[in-house]
Each structure stands twice: as C-alpha cells, then as structure tokens.
C-alpha cells in the first residue's frame, strides 16, 4: 500500500522536458485522433503555401522574358491569362483553409473536456496537492487562449515552419544557382539571427515561472473583486483600498517584467535589423554588380531579387516560429505529465451509456446484490489497521504524520460520532475511509476484506457522504438529489427522500417541483435555498441513493447549534439499518450516537457513549460543558433581544 502511494503521488512530481520534434509529433497525434481533416488541411496549406510565393518571384520574369523576346499581344495574353488563372486558384485555395481553424477549435474543446475527465479519474490527492494544482493549470495552458494556446501554437507553428522551410530550400536552389558564396554568406548572417532570437528565448524561459504566479495573482484579484459573495464584505468592512493595493502591487510588478521583456525585445529588433541590412546590402549589392556588369540580365535580376527577399523573410519567420514552439513548450510537458497520471477509475467508468449508468456510474442496489458472494453487507463493519497516513510536500516526500499507526473498528450498523478541534484528523480519516486518499502504511478492511483490493465503483456504491462543501448545481431539483440526467432519475423515488427530509412543505409553499431549478444561473426562474433547506437537500441525496454507508463530514457548520441538531437527528432517523459515521465539532449534535471518539493530533482521546465521556470528566466532558455554557449564553441573549424586539 505504501508503495503504490507513494507511486502515485510521484509519478506526477516530475515533469519530463520533452524536445520540440517530439512535442510536434504527439500534437499531430492528437489533432489526427480527433480532426484528421485538420492534419489534411494543414497538408496542403503547406503545399499552395509554398507554391504561391514560387509563383510570385517567377510571374515577373516570365513577363519580362516574353516582352524582351518581341513575343505577340495573343501569346504574351494568353500566357499571362493562363499564369493568372494558376495564381489565383492558389490563392483562393490557401485563403479557403481558414476553415480549419474551426476544427482546431473543436480539438480545443476535446482537450478541456480530457483534462477534466482525467481530474476525475486519477488520485484525489494529485489535484488536491500543490502539485497537482500547478500541474492542472499549466496543462489548461494547451486548450486555453484561443489561437495562442499550446495546442494550437504548435500545430500552426508546426506547419508555418514546414512551409517557410520549403520556399526556403527552393529559394536557397535559387541563389546557390547564381553564385553559391552569396547563398553562404546569407546563411552565416541568418545563424546570427539565431543567436538573437535564442538569447531571448531563454530570457522567457527564465520569466515563465514569474508569469504563472502573476496570472494566479491577476486571476484571484477578478475573482474576489466578482465574487458577490464577497461584495458584502468588501462594501461593509470598506475593503476597496486594500484590494486596490493588491491590484496596484499585481499590475506594477507585471509591468516591471513587461519593461523587460520590451528592453529585451528592443535590444532583438535593433540586433536582427542591423543583421537584415547587412545582409540585404550584400546580396542586392551583388545583384546590382552582376546585372551592371551584363553577368545576368533584367529578368533574372528580378527573379533573383524577389528570392533574396523571400529568402530574409522565410528565415525570419522560421525562427519566430521555432521561438513560438519553445514558449508553447511548458504547458505541453505539463499537460502530456497529467495526462500520463495513473488512474483510479477506468475510462470506461466515467463514460458509461445512459442504461448502465445508475448512480453516477455505481448503482448501490445493484452493487450489494452483485458482491453478496463477496460478503459486502448491507451494513458493512469498517476497520482501520495500523494505518499511518502524512500529506505529500511538492516535491513528493512525506509531510508531517497526520496518523501514525491509528486503529479504529466500526461495527456493523453502528452510529459513530469523531469529534474533536480543529486540525484533529478528523476529515483526513473520513477521506481515507472514503477512498480519496490512501494510507502510506497499515489497511482499511471492510468486511474483512481490504479497501485497497476493492475497485472505487465498488467502494463507492457502497457510500452516501455529505461534505461540509455542498454541491449544488444549477440543474434541477431532481438532477441535484439523483446526480444523474434528469431522464434517469426516478422521480418517485426523489419525492419519498423529499418527504423524508421534511422537504415536502416548503415545495407546496414554494409551489416548486422537480424541474424546478436551482440557482439563477441557467434559469431566471431558478430557486435559491436557505442554508437549512440546502441541508435537507443534501439529506434528500444520501436518502435516493439509500447506501450502506452513511459519512457526514461537517455539513452543518454554517448552521446554528439548534438547526444543526435538528438536522442530525433527521440523520439518525434514517440511518436505521446503516453503518453512519458522524463528523462535527459541535458535540451536542452527536450526543445521540452509539459511540463517540474524540480524535486529538490524529489520535484517540477518548471514546464511549454521552453519558460514559461525562461520566468521566475527561476532555470530552470539558469540552461539552464549555460548548454548553455558550450556547446557553447564545439562547439567553436572543431571549432578551426578541423581548425587547416585543417592547
């Protein structure tokens, strides 16, 4: 066990620097998988792309040579007529690949949607670390940014550069034709044109990281400045200067490395124009001589006079584009790690068809009956054996041990409460129960067999968890309570865990239904719920999917201790029959449990019943009282405020 996590949370650590032939050809890859008629397209763009500046550099001779050579008005026509008719079906076939740009914008939208899939399908602790987290940005780098994102950069640079390489090799059979030293001396002042560029490009490379952070900084500052949640902070606690000053502090330093990289790029222009001049002044220098001194004639003065100038601009655009290769370089390497993360849940599993889908893919009915012969219970005991478990650092060595050889059995049926402070271990054992984590060492058996030789469709069928971070999307009611298509849900099914959660009254109050959705953002008509008809939704879930399992992770801590309570013991009620685990810090909402364990830096404190914890008036105890007394303080203070409210 300790060895495939440590595996997983590795392999994702480093970021291997692939070359540009190879990012090249795994982009080519991609966009043939999905567009092959991008690749094609692209094809042969590069083919009229290279014959069209052919035809543009050799027209002009044409027409000299047969003015010179005393040729009829009807020939010198119809050549010409023939010659245009051939130029322009060139350029209207070149100009007529724009199409392709949309296709590329579909491939785009396939690498988002592969992204996120993947997200889902690899280790929850790989997106959840800093890694993963720097990982998932840089590899959205590939699909975002519309034609300057990674994925596009390199299939078009890709094809520019075979394009430019091609009129570059039939120009340079040009000049070498007229006099090989010439094409040699354009080479060597091109190799300096290299150097330029490539001393830039490394001044990028060095800037990259500096960028990313600036882009996390720029992006939380539009986040929280269009966060209406937080508009009501930011206008009562008068916080508009200090996000100005984080806004100013942003911008200045971004424009700081703007003045650098425009220092930089001044410095390229200035160089790699003074290259271009010589350059230029030698070769129409030599053209000048030849032609003045009858070496060549008009004709092939101006042949060779378009190929010189063809020529400077093929190699400049081959560097820039070998420049655009290098600076897309980053985000493919990023996105070809994550997408080379293993997986926990197969591809097949996230892309079920609607028949076979159940729940989200794990149908817990259909689960118990299929693993009877496994003996997965309908109400399963749980135990935790020796387990050890630290948070990973970036670079993938072990943090500090948030459980060290922790033991714990939760019998079947068995309501059990973890309480405990803050910071205690609480959550981290509910996620290592719930799979998302795995133990650096030690087991989790259910049933006596272990976690780690169950599928996660397996385990997870076997799971209904409310988290403290509610999911409530803006579909409709029925789609929230089923997590499934809305032609999926039962809906007889969703109304009896609607009237379960108590639910029912406030719809026929509300004169709401189940098409009814929720939010605004899809709907003008949607529906916004309290925070306690929020958890009584989150309860109607766990209700519909009716599985063994029953986790509750702190969902009620934006509640008051009473509405918290309440909310608890509708829990219970339903939990009859099922192993429940109950997670709060507030100790009254699970005095009802069959056994409380108060959890300490990842250790048990205490554990017993209600009455057994106070009976010894351990820290558990103490914790109650104190918890008590400020309630009881709460209550006496909204007493007074509602007489004299009264008054």
């Known amino acids: 066990m300790k060895k495939n996590r440590q595996e997983n949370q590795t392999a994702g650590s480093r970021v291997i620097r692939h070359s540009i032939p190879g990012n090249i050809i795994f982009w080519l890859k991609i966009f043939w998988k999905w567009e092959p008629g991008v690749v094609l397209l692209a094809g042969l763009e590069v083919v009229l792309g290279t014959l069209v500046p052919l035809v543009g550099i050799y027209l002009p001779k044409l027409v000299l040579d047969l003015l010179a050579g005393n040729t009829t008005a009807a020939v010198l026509i119809r050549t010409l007529g023939l010659w245009g008719i051939l130029a322009a079906m060139l350029y209207g076939l070149r100009n007529g690949m724009n199409g392709k740009y949309f ?11 592969d992204i996120f899939f993947k997200s889902l399908r690899i280790s929850y602790e790989i997106p959840e670390s800093e890694w993963g987290k720097k990982a998932y940005q840089e590899a959205l780098g590939v699909m975002e940014g519309g034609d300057w994102c990674a994925s ?4 078009s640079s890709t094809q520019a550069i075979l394009r430019d390489f091609l009129c570059f090799a039939l120009y340079s059979t040009v000049l070498g034709v007229l006099n090989p030293w ?3 001396v354009l ?7 290299v150097l330029v560029i490539e001393k830039g490009l490394r001044f990028e490379e060095s800037m990259r990281e500096r960028e990313a952070q600036h882009s996390r900084h720029w992006n939380y500052i539009l986040s929280a400045m269009g966060n209406m949640t937080a508009a009501k902070d930011v206008r009562i606690f008068g916080m508009h200067p200090w996000l100005g000053g984080i806004r100013d502090r942003a911008v200045g330093e971004m424009e700081a490395d703007k003045m650098s990289y425009q220092k930089l790029h001044n410095w390229q222009h200035t160089m790699n124009g003074l290259i271009n001049l010589v350059r230029d002044l030698a070769a129409y220098g030599y053209l000048i001589y030849s032609v003045s001194a009858g070496q060549i004639g008009v004709s092939d003065f101006v042949l060779y006079f378009g190929a010189v100038t063809g020529f400077s601009g093929f190699v400049a655009g081959m560097l820039y584009q070998v420049g655009n290769l290098k600076s897309a370089r980053n985000a493919t390497d990023y996105y070809r790690a994550y997408m080379a993360l293993p997986e926990e849940i197969s591809e097949e599993a996230s892309y079920l068809p609607v028949e076979s889908k159940k729940y989200c893919g794990y149908s817990p009915v259909e689960m118990r ?3 009877k012969e496994k003996h997965i219970g309908e109400a399963p005991d749980i135990q935790f ?15 500090e041990k948030i459980l060290e050889h922790f033991n714990l059995t939760i019998a079947s049926g068995e309501k059990l409460a973890l309480v405990g402070v803050n910071g205690a271990g609480k959550t981290t054992l509910v996620k290592l129960l719930c799979g998302l984590y795995r133990p650096d060492e030690g087991r989790i058996l ?6 780690a030789d169950m599928t996660p469709r397996e385990w997870y069928g076997l799971l209904s968890v409310v988290f403290q971070e509610q999911l409530i999307l803006p579909v409709t009611i029925a789609e929230n309570i089923s997590l499934q298509r809305r032609e999926e849900t039962d809906d007889g099914r969703a109304w009896a ?4 959660a108590g639910l029912t009254e406030a719809f026929s109050r509300q004169k709401l239904d189940l098409d009814t959705f929720m939010g605004k953002t899809i709907s003008p008509r949607g529906i916004e719920f309290s925070g306690g008809q929020q958890q009584r939704l989150m309860l109607a879930r766990a209700l519909y999917k009716d599985a063994s399992v029953l986790v509750l992770d702190e969902p009620t801590a934006a509640l008051d201790p009473i509405a918290e309570s309440q909310v608890y013991e509708k829990y219970l009620e339903h939990s009859r029959g099922k192993t429940a685990i109950f997670i709060s810090h507030r100790l009254a909402s699970t005095r009802f449990s069959d056994r409380i364990i108060l959890l300490d830096q990842g250790r048990i404190q205490e554990e017993g019943t209600h009455e057994q914890l106070m009976e010894r008036g351990g820290a558990y105890a103490h914790m109650y009282q104190v918890q008590s007394s400020y309630y009881e303080k709460d209550a006496e203070q909204r007493k007074r405020a509602e007489g004299i409210a009264i008054l």
């Open 103 to 113: 296709l590329q914008n579909s491939v785009r939208a396939y690498l988002g949607l």
């Open 152 to 155: 596009s950069r390199t299939f």
């Open 182 to 184: 010439i094409l040699l």
């Open 187 to 193: 080479l060597a002042l091109s190799l300096l044109n």
């Open 369 to 371: 009956k299929s693993e």
């Open 385 to 399: 054996e020796d387990v050890s478990f630290s948070y990973k650092k970036e670079d993938g060595s072990p943090g």
């Open 446 to 451: 259910v049933n006596g067999r272990s976690r």
């Open 497 to 500: 865990a609607l009237e379960k």
